[in-house]
């Protein structure tokens, strides 16, 4: 079974300008989520989708942060603009549903915004 | 003050030492995770708990929900366990996301 997928891996930006995350989630997950991860510190979720509504929002930046889960399946996380303190790893995830469900995550995008 | 607390938060030891890493969290939960995460970013879920213990091969995890408290534990520890290990909590009520604790870096020396 394919794992989560996300793309770039690594990405380098400077202040100001935009940015976009890609992330597939394992087939037939309808919970999808994005996670911000600072060096030194523990995921916080930034948003989480249930099929292609949104669940939980209440901790992404939505002046500057947007994603979207059009069809349900694959998700994209974009960052207009990049401030310093967006460096971080951006982790998706996904599970079968929601509640005790176990999380799978991707190996996430390292993003250095200069 | 974090929500989920873990300690220590940087654990060096020798291979073969026995390793415990605790965390403790401030409400009720419906679940607690205990996850791995290698250089790179990769996060492996561990064990998910609800209550008592669980065991897998050399990883055991317990809770004591009266206390609010977790611990893993690594018998007979190897460089390979090398990584940082996350506590994650489910609220009782509520929002149904996870919380995260800051993690704690284990190094096992040979």
């Known amino acids: 079974e394919a794992g989560v997928a996300q793309s770039p891996r690594y990405k380098i930006i400077e202040k100001r300008q935009s940015v976009a995350f890609w992330c597939n989630p394992i087939?037939?997950?309808?919970?999808l989520y994005w996670y911000q991860q600072i060096l030194g510190q523990g995921p916080k979720l930034l948003i989480q989708?249930?099929?292609?509504?949104?669940?939980?929002d209440s901790q992404l930046p939505k002046d500057r942060f947007s994603a979207e889960r059009l069809k349900g399946v694959d998700s994209t996380l974009k960052i207009q603009p990049a401030k310093l303190e967006d460096s971080a790893v951006y982790l998706c995830?996904?599970?079968?549903?929601?509640?005790?469900?176990?999380?799978?995550f991707g190996p996430g995008t390292r993003l250095t915004v200069t | 003050k974090n929500e989920v607390e873990q300690s220590p938060q940087n654990l060096t030891a020798q291979e073969g030492e026995f390793i415990t890493i605790n965390c403790s969290y401030s409400?009720?939960?419906?679940?607690l995770h205990w996850l791995q995460q290698h250089p790179g970013g990769g996060i492996v879920s561990l064990f998910m708990?609800?209550?008592g213990k669980k065991k897998h091969g050399r990883l055991i995890a317990t809770i004591n929900i009266q206390e609010k408290h977790s611990s893993l534990h690594i018998t007979a520890s190897h460089p390979r366990d090398s990584a940082v290990y996350i506590c994650?909590?489910?609220?009782?009520?509520?929002?149904?996301?996870?919380?995260f604790g800051q993690g704690t870096r284990l190094t096992i020396n040979p």
């Open positions: 989708f249930q099929n292609n509504g949104v669940v939980d």
């Open positions: 995830a996904s599970s079968l549903g929601v509640g005790l469900d176990e999380q799978y």
């Open positions: 087939s037939g997950h309808a919970t």
């Open positions: 994650a909590v489910r609220y009782e009520r509520g929002a149904q996301k996870l919380v």
């Open positions: 708990l609800s209550s």
């Open positions: 409400v009720g939960i419906s679940a």
